[in-house]
Nanobody
Framework: HLQLVESGGGLVRPGGSLRLSCAAS????????VAWFRQAPGKERAGLLCIKSNGRTTYYTDSVKGRFTVSKDNAKNTAYLQMNNLRPEDTAVYYCATTPAGGCSAGFVSWGQGTQVTVSS
C-alpha cells in the first residue's frame, strides 16, 4: 500500500483559503484514486470528494461543491485539496486516502495521519 502524509493545515479566517497536500510514497500512485475526508470534533469522519485515476472528480457532499477542488500530480506523487471561502464549520482534521480500485466508492486502503484545519476569526 501507499504511505500518505498530509500537510498544509492551519488556522485561517472565514472566507480564506488553504491548500492541503497529500504526498504519497510507493508505487503506482497514478493508478490510484485519491479521496479527501474530514472529521470534526464529536462527529464521524465524512467523505468530501475524490479524484479518480482518470482525473474525474466525484463529490460526496454538496457542502463543499463550488468551494473545494481536488487535483493530482502523478509526477510528484502528490494530491491536493484546494479549499476556498472557508467557513467555521469546515474546522476539522482532514485526511487523504487512496484506493487502487480505480473508483471512488470503496476500497480505501491507505490513509494519512491527518492535518488540522481551523477556521476562526
Amino acid at each position: 500500500h501507499l504511505q500518505l502524509v498530509e500537510s498544509g493545515g492551519g488556522l485561517v479566517r472565514p472566507g480564506g483559503s488553504l491548500r492541503l497536500s497529500c504526498a504519497a510514497s510507493g508505487r503506482h500512485f497514478d493508478e490510484n484514486s485519491v479521496a479527501w475526508f474530514r472529521q470534526a470534533p464529536g462527529k464521524e469522519r465524512a467523505g468530501l470528494l475524490c479524484i479518480k485515476s482518470n482525473g474525474r472528480t466525484t463529490y460526496y457532499t454538496d457542502s463543499v461543491k463550488g468551494r473545494f477542488t481536488v487535483s493530482k500530480d502523478n509526477a510528484k506523487n502528490t494530491a491536493y485539496l484546494q479549499m476556498n471561502n472557508l467557513r467555521p464549520e469546515d474546522t476539522a482534521v482532514y485526511y487523504c486516502a487512496t484506493t487502487p480500485a480505480g473508483g471512488c466508492s470503496a476500497g480505501f486502503v491507505s490513509w494519512g495521519q491527518g492535518t488540522q484545519v481551523t477556521v476562526s476569526s
